[in-house]
Structure formats: structure tokens, C-alpha cells
């Protein structure tokens, strides 16, 4: 039985995170609007009406094309008109680009989980409006046009993904990237990112493609990884069989995890793409495009990467850090604030500012907790200022009063109690209200100094500099022996 | 540049028409002829000019990404034969 390779190519849409639709003014996210409140007569493709370009539609296309390293961006594009009938396509035919698009070509990088990489190739990338969406109820058709003309990027790889690893893998990747550039959530439940997957097996060493078959209906991330290997499977067994693969089309039902054939598709051909009348070409000058790309950040591989070689950062670190531009940026602000070891304010961001990050739903950025606010309270602590697990409450404390770490320190008296005359005093009387347990101590079980600790700590509500409280209470415990003895 | 019935079939059923086979005969014969008359454009010697993709030096107007109120959805269901829920309400799905 021959060993077989997986090939697998992937076609993404992309909505995009406008205000407003594609060719009119209707607001594009309807998530949690009532059905037909947000459409005109342009989405709906009444009689008389013609589409303008909404400008920011190109302007986040054209970031996108440049942050996945697009070989060319063209400097004039066209729409065409790709007709079909659906009912959730009012006019009969789609906007979208074919023979001209915004840009051609273009790398993602993924760095997989074991240490390697692959590279995945984009062979176009282009804009279009959406369609409608078709509800299912009880057997009847109920057609909702709110996501008509929602602005789409479709961008599709070549047939580089060996696994259904890698596939989840480049969507993990690639909504990284969509909402690192701010242009769109990528959130696959809300359908803001979509997924078709083109999947064919072929003997290892065979450089020549098999017949391929395409998976639909992928909404989450993890559907795409199981029906793709359910799809890989099912290839097998049918070679292994001795039969053919047909290039059918697929449909993936989530809830019974089957694939199901799909009525046969209509041939390219018979979409009858031709230039779209109402619409004049998109130029793209130098000057138009120099005003997009003034704005386009570092990537996060690239910062991922920068941030090893800088900081001297774990792997694991930066890939956390860099999860998310704006924790990045934190992270940046907090380090060059603090002036100190990097790897000590990643630890602090990675404990416990994430915790924070967390539950309250917020981007790193949007905290009340400053990235200055950070660093002031790792040096308070590095100062032995205020404890550690003062420190931490401080974070908290920040985070819900707004005011710095220092105001806080003074108003409420945070200061870690270092005096050694007041901790002296403090430990004698818990000495002499324990005499129990200063004869279990006497009596060889040290272990319970850790008990005497927390007691210290507890009369100082934390704030006892830890070692020396502990030094403190095994000097008076053991001159409180000799003294008995 | 002759068309087959058959391809006339085949374009009458991408735009969903049904026609009869005396309708077929005809269309056949009058969009060869459009054909042809439009294929005079490929004797035309064009080697030394550049391919063109569109003849318009205009450039697309463009539009402030800016949201603007939408007319009311009784207004626009009251093209729909059919309605439900707010939502249009069309014949369900079938397999052509």
C-alpha cells in the first residue's frame, strides 16, 4: 500500500470591517440587527440605481495584499460581473474582479508547532460584495439581504498545505494577521472569515496534482481540521480500493461531522464574467498607495522574531506577547518604562496582566493600568519597596481606582514593613499568645516557622518583608528556648 | 462562427429560459447571426496595438466610508410576493 502525500489549497473570504457597505452607504454589520433593516435599493439591485466604490474598502485590501508580501498590487484593477441565479442574489450576478485584480501573488510564512515552516503562496487576491443570507425554517425559504454588498476579500492559496494541521494552522495565522492589521475580526462563527477547502492525495514523489475535491460550509477552525482529515481518509480508502476520486463538491454538516456531495457544480465558464458596466476601473496611483502603506506595521512574525533577537525572550514568551499588536505594544511601552530585564516584565504581563486581560475582555491598550503603571510597580517591588503579593493586589487595585501605583502605595500604606524593631515587637506578641505552638517548635517540628510567617504577614496585612520576617521569628524562638532550658 | 442548438439550450437554461423547439431553431439561426456580424471585429489586423482592458481613462468616483440611514423594512417587503418574519420568502430549494 503506497504512503500518500496531502495536498491542500485553501480559498479564504475575508469580510471587512467597514462602516459601510461596499457600493452604498447601508451600515455592513448587521450582527444582532432584525433581518432586511439594512439594505437600499443599491444592494438590492432595484432597477435605475448605480454602485459607488466605498474608498476604505481599497485602502484595507490593499494593506492586506501588502502584509501578505503581494508580488504586485495593481496600479488599475477592474470589476467584473459574475451571474448566477440565487435567491440571495438580488441582481443575478455578483460584483467581483476576475482577470484584473487588486493584486496578484504573495507569501505567508507559517511556523509550525514543531519547530518548522511552511510557505504558503497566494495566487490572487481580490475584492467583491457578498450576497445574502438564506434561513431555513421548517422547510420553507426565508431570504435576509442584510449581508448584500457587505465588503469580501477572497484570497486564495496555492496547493501548498500538506496537512489539516497546517490548514488550521494558516487560518490561525491568517485572522492573526486581519485583526493585527485592524481591517477585520476574522471570527469564523460570525462568518467574518470563511473557508473552502480543496483537498487531494497523491503517492509520495508525484509532483503532478490529483483530482481534487472542495469542502464548503467550514465555519469554525476547528471544522476545517477535522473534514479535511475526514476527507483525507475517505480518499484513501477509496484508492487503497482501487477507485477513482470524482471532483465532487462537499458539503460539511457540523452537526453529524459528514460530508455530503453537493449538486454538481456549474463550470467556470458558465458564470459569464464580463466587465462590470457600472463600474470604472480602480487606479491606484503611487501617491494614493504610498498614503496606505505609511501605516502598515510590523508584522507579528516579524516582531515575534525581534523580540527573541532584542529582548533575549523565550520563543514561547514572544509568541505570546506578539499574539495580539496591541499586548505587543504593552509589552514595548512596559519594557523601555521599566529600563530593566525584559524576560521580568513578560513574566509579570504573562502572569498576571494577561489574568487581567482575560476577564475583563479588554485589549492590553485599553487598561487603565498603564504600561508606565507596570513598570512602577516592578520596581516598587525590585526596590523592596512593597512585597511581591502586595504588588500584585496593586495591579488590580490600579486597574479599578485608575490612580498611579505610587498614590496608591501612600494613601492605603502599602509600604512593605521592612523596620526590624516594629516587626520585632510584633513577633514577640504573637510568641507569647502561641505558647502552644512555640512548643511544638521547641520541641523539633520547625516546619511550623512557615505557620509563625503567615501570622507576621497576617498582622501586617502582607506587607512584612517576608525573609526578614522569618529571620526575625527563628532568632526569638530560639532565644526564647534558651531561655526556658 | 456557427452556434450549435445545443449551446443555445445551454444559454437558455443559464438564463432560465424555457423555450420551444421552434424558438430554439430561430434564436439559433439569429444569434449566429449577431455572432458573425460581430466577428468582423476579429479581422481587423490589431499587431501593433497594445491589449487594451478597458477604453475609458476614467477612474472609479469613490465613496467616505460612511454610514447612512437605510428606508424602512416595511417599504422594501413590500416587493417581496411573500413574506415572513421580516424576511422575503421565496418557493424552496430545487436541484436543477
Known amino acids: 500500500m503506497p504512503e500518500y502525500e496531502v495536498v491542500i489549497g485553501l480559498e479564504t473570504h475575508i469580510q471587512l470591517n467597514t462602516k459601510s457597505k461596499i457600493f452604498c452607504g447601508c451600515k455592513a454589520d448587521s450582527w444582532g440587527d432584525p433581518p432586511n433593516t439594512n439594505i437600499c435599493p443599491v444592494c438590492t439591485g432595484l432597477p435605475g440605481v448605480l454602485p459607488v466604490l466605498n474608498r476604505s474598502v481599497v485602502d484595507k485590501a490593499v494593506f492586506l495584499a501588502a502584509a501578505m508580501h503581494a508580488e504586485s498590487i495593481s496600479s488599475i484593477s477592474y470589476f467584473a460581473r459574475k451571474n448566477y441565479f440565487y435567491p440571495d442574489l438580488p441582481k443575478g450576478y455578483q460584483i467581483s474582479q476576475y482577470d484584473e485584480p487588486l493584486a496578484r501573488g504573495g507569501t505567508l510564512d507559517l511556523p509550525m508547532p514543531d519547530g518548522s515552516s511552511r510557505r504558503v503562496t497566494i495566487t490572487k487576491l481580490h475584492i467583491e460584495e457578498d450576497a445574502g443570507k438564506t434561513v431555513y425554517q421548517n422547510g420553507k425559504r426565508l431570504i435576509d439581504f442584510n449581508r448584500c454588498g457587505v465588503p469580501l476579500v477572497e484570497m486564495v492559496t496555492g496547493p501548498d498545505l500538506r496537512s489539516a494541521d497546517e490548514a488550521a494552522q494558516y487560518l490561525i495565522r491568517l485572522r492573526q494577521l486581519l485583526r493585527w492589521l485592524g481591517i477585520s475580526e476574522g471570527d469564523m462563527e460570525k462568518g467574518q472569515l470563511r473557508c473552502d477547502a480543496n483537498v487531494s492525495i497523491r503517492p509520495i514523489g508525484v509532483e503532478t496534482l490529483s483530482t481534487k475535491t472542495e469542502i464548503k460550509n467550514l465555519n469554525s477552525i476547528e471544522n476545517v481540521r477535522t473534514a479535511i482529515q475526514a476527507e483525507v481518509e475517505r480518499q484513501i480508502r477509496e484508492i487503497d480500493a482501487g477507485k477513482q476520486i470524482g471532483a465532487w463538491t462537499l458539503n460539511w454538516d457540523e452537526d453529524t461531522g459528514i460530508l455530503a456531495k453537493m449538486r454538481s457544480k456549474e463550470t467556470e465558464a458558465d458564470y459569464r464574467y464580463f466587465r462590470e458596466p457600472d463600474l470604472l476601473p480602480i487606479r491606484l496611483d503611487d501617491e494614493w498607495k504610498e498614503e496606505i502603506l505609511a501605516d502598515l506595521p510590523e508584522l507579528p512574525l516579524e516582531r515575534r522574531a525581534r523580540f527573541i533577537e532584542q529582548y533575549q525572550l523565550p520563543l514561547y514568551d514572544a509568541e505570546i506577547l506578539t499574539d495580539e499588536r496591541s499586548l505587543s505594544e504593552y509589552f514595548e511601552q512596559a519594557v523601555s518604562a521599566h529600563g530593566g530585564e525584559a524576560k521580568v516584565v513578560s513574566n509579570w504581563l504573562m502572569n498576571d496582566v494577561l489574568r487581567m486581560i482575560r476577564e475583563s475582555g479588554l485589549r492590553a491598550g485599553d487598561l487603565q493600568l498603564r504600561p508606565e503603571d507596570l513598570a512602577g510597580i516592578i520596581q516598587l517591588v525590585e526596590e523592596k519597596k512593597i512585597t511581591i503579593s502586595t504588588g500584585k493586589a496593586l495591579l488590580d487595585r490600579v486597574e479599578e481606582s485608575g490612580h498611579s501605583p505610587l498614590e496608591l502605595v501612600e494613601e492605603e500604606g502599602l509600604s512593605q514593613v521592612s523596620d526590624e524593631e516594629t516587626l520585632r515587637s510584633m513577633a514577640s506578641e504573637i510568641l507569647s499568645a502561641n505558647p502552644d505552638q512555640v512548643k511544638t517548635y521547641k520541641g523539633g517540628k520547625t516546619t511550623v516557622i512557615g505557620w509563625f510567617v503567615g501570622q507576621l504577614m497576617q498582622k501586617t496585612r502582607g506587607k512584612a518583608n517576608p525573609q526578614m520576617a522569618k529571620m526575625i521569628l527563628e532568632e526569638l524562638l530560639s532565644e526564647n528556648g534558651q531561655k526556658e532550658t | ?96
Open chain 2, 1 to 96: 462562427m456557427a452556434l450549435t442548438i445545443e449551446e443555445v439550450r445551454h444559454i437558455a437554461q443559464l438564463a432560465r429560459l424555457k423555450l420551444t423547439p421552434e424558438e430554439e431553431r430561430r434564436y439559433t439561426e439569429q444569434l449566429s447571426d449577431i455572432l458573425d456580424y460581430a466577428g468582423r471585429l476579429s479581422k481587423i489586423d490589431t499587431t501593433a496595438i497594445p491589449p487594451t482592458a478597458s477604453v475609458l481613462p476614467l477612474r472609479a468616483p469613490l465613496r467616505p466610508d460612511a454610514v447612512r440611514p437605510c428606508p424602512p423594512q416595511e417599504l422594501i417587503l413590500r416587493n417581496a410576493p411573500s413574506d415572513q418574519e421580516g424576511m422575503f420568502r421565496v418557493p424552496p430549494v430545487l436541484d436543477t
